[in-house]
């Protein structure tokens, strides 16, 4: 479900005015009205308005055309048609004539009902959904009436709005609502009483959680706020408040002490008002010790968004301390460090490894392609040597064409590497006992040995995740099998290299070089040969996501929330069988 407003809220502001309102109030979307803000035909005003909501991120809900379907005649529709098209209205809102069920007799509601399926057939092409307002003083004032006028009309694309009547009690509408569930498209929220007596949405809240019970079932179904009190921003701002506190989801940020600066990093302010379009969360970062301070309001809340400094908790805690906790969304790559506990609890676990995944990938890529040009020993000589014994160097690697190359681990990053190497002339090796050739064969590669990969690959490239069983799996009978100017990159983990294993082999063939973006520890012990040997390139863990990059973690999560949110499949779930394998 989404939230946003309809723009006859006020008619007195411009387009642009809209939009900005709608951002104030932290709004997803917004119904735009046919009647003053975007008239029938005005398409160059359609694609401005629909470029500047892409533009902020908004989407359209519908266009509410205030079409009355009586006329036997619909042609004049197809530019009502023409214009949410191209603004990219999914829904078209419309009258079901000018008369009330008691005023019409049958010949008139076949009329309406007659051009209601005609609109629908046209509508049905343009891959629009046309929907009933649920209006007095038109065939759809009631349930009743509203059904039996969708039985005459016959089209699976006709829906329903759905308002309450405030000339009727709120257990009247409450059975009215019950009736129309199985055909709501949409939801026009306010809280007016009888003579149409507006008032702040506040004061109907009560009446609101009981329709909202009933409406829950239907997670597509878009809210949108329709009039406020006074017609005063001040009262749409408070109505918008308490709107997102009766529907969205309450949500988190949750740190270790210290490392809470990592979450503005990964969900700065732009990522923020994405994710405050979907939930009810607070800029605040709560830390393990704030969770039994109140426990009336964590009791409430259904989903933490954290990244690196994600504290560790029990399942005692979890269950103890955050009772209605459905979901964690992580905004970094590996969740072996808290992630157990939660899914034994229940509890849906989400990782941005693959966005982690990309900077990783990219580092790898041109790390392989230098050193396949002799990049990295090239420097030292030509300071050392000069630059003819720089270049005479430099021309014993084979450069980039129908060179091999080692991926160890085809996991989300060898993975995204083997495909972006897919671009270049190479020939690439890959070791990973958990995939069948075919699967390596799509992404481009070959599967292979250890011993096949040290021994004819001109550059050997780690990513194995970091599990007991993989610890000090590179070992010196690999090592000592690199070409005599073979080079290592490691940016996986440093714990699967027997690093004396790996100083040996350096030692023993000068010419070979190891780019170590990760070492154990990080960084190494003081005095450790790595800082001292000429053919050792040591980076502090820079592969991954830095600087404006951590901002797709941040975003990869939003997206994902979005999904979960609306059931559809989301990409990056981890699952309690997926620990065993995954870094």
């Known amino acids: ?234 009262s749409f701002l408070k109505d918008c408040a308490v709107l997102r506190k009766l529907l969205l989801p309450q949500g988190i940020f949750l740190s270790s002490k210290g490392a809470e600066e990592n979450i503005s990093r990964v969900f700065p302010s732009n990522v ?28 409430r809340v259904e989903y933490l968004f954290s990244t690196w400094g994600m504290p560790s908790l029990t399942k005692e805690e979890i269950t103890q301390l955050l009772p209605r906790l459905k979901g964690v969304f992580y905004g970094a790559g590996s969740v072996q460090g808290f992630a157990r506990p939660f899914l034994e609890a229940g509890i849906s676990v989400y990782s941005a490894w693959g966005a982690n995944a990309v900077p990783v990938a990219e580092y790898t890529v041109a790390q392989i392609l230098l050193a396949n040009k002799g990049f990295f020993r090239s420097d030292r000589l030509f300071r050392k040597e000069g630059r003819d014994q720089a270049g005479e160097f430099a021309h014993t690697f084979p450069g980039n064409y129908r060179t091999k190359v080692g991926i160890i681990g085809a996991g989300m990053i060898g993975s995204m590497v083997c495909r972006k190497l897919q671009d270049y002339c190479l020939e690439v090796l890959v070791y990973d006992p958990f995939l069948e050739e075919e699967a390596i064969r799509e992404m481009g590669g070959k599967k292979a040995s250890l011993e096949e990969i040290f021994s004819q690959c001109q550059v050997v490239s780690n990513h194995v995740a970091n599990l007991p069983e993989t610890v000090g799996m590179l070992d010196y009978r690999l090592f000592s099998q690199m070409k005599e100017n073979g080079v290592f990159l490691n940016t996986g983990r440093g714990a699967q290299v027997v690093e004396e294993d790996l100083v040996r082999a350096l030692k023993e063939c000068p010419n070979r070089t190891a780019v170590l973006d990760v070492t154990d520890p990080e960084p190494p012990e003081e005095g450790h040969p790595f800082y001292e040997l000429p053919n050792v390139i040591l980076t502090p863990h820079i592969a991954g996501s830095s600087g404006n990059e951590v901002e797709r973690m941040g975003e990869y999560m939003v997206s994902e929330f979005r999904k979960q949110q609306r059931g559809e499949p989301c990409l990056y779930e981890v699952t309690l069988k997926m620990l065993e394998t995954m870094a």
């Open 1 to 234: 479900m989404e939230i946003g407003f309809t723009t006859v809220t006020f008619r007195d502001k411009s387009p642009e005015e809209c939009i900005r309102l709608a951002k104030q109030a932290k709004l997803s979307g917004i119904e735009w009205g046919g009647d003053v803000h975007l008239p029938p035909g005005d398409l160059s005003l359609a694609q401005k308005i629909s470029q500047r909501m892409k533009e902020e991120g908004l989407r359209v809900f519908s266009y509410g055309s205030y079409y009355r379907t009586e006329t036997v005649n619909p042609q004049d529709f197809l530019s009502i048609l023409d214009t949410a098209k191209t603004l990219g209205a999914p829904i078209i809102r419309v009258w079901a004539g000018t008369k009330s069920p008691r005023e019409a007799d049958p010949k008139y509601r076949e009329q309406v009902a007659a051009c209601a399926k005609r609109i629908a057939t046209l509508a049905k092409h343009y891959g629009i959904t046309v929907a009933f307002e649920y209006h007095r003083g038109t065939l759809t004032e009631t349930a009743q009436s509203a059904l039996e006028l969708l039985r005459q009309a016959d089209s699976d694309n006709l829906k329903l709005y759905w308002q309450p009547n405030p000339d009727i009690s709120r257990q009247e509408n409450g059975r009215e609502l019950s009736l129309l569930l199985p055909y709501l498209a949409c939801v026009h929220i306010f809280h007016w009483t009888k003579g149409d007596k507006r008032h702040l949405l506040e004061e109907g809240k009560e009446d609101w959680q009981r329709y909202l019970v009933r409406i829950h079932e239907k997670q597509k179904v878009n809210f949108i706020l329709e009039f406020c009190q006074d017609d005063d921003p001040n």
């Open 272 to 299: 923020l008002q994405e994710l405050l379009s979907e939930i009810e969360i607070e800029e605040k970062v709560y830390v393990p010790e704030d969770l039994s301070k109140n426990r009336k309001f964590f009791n």
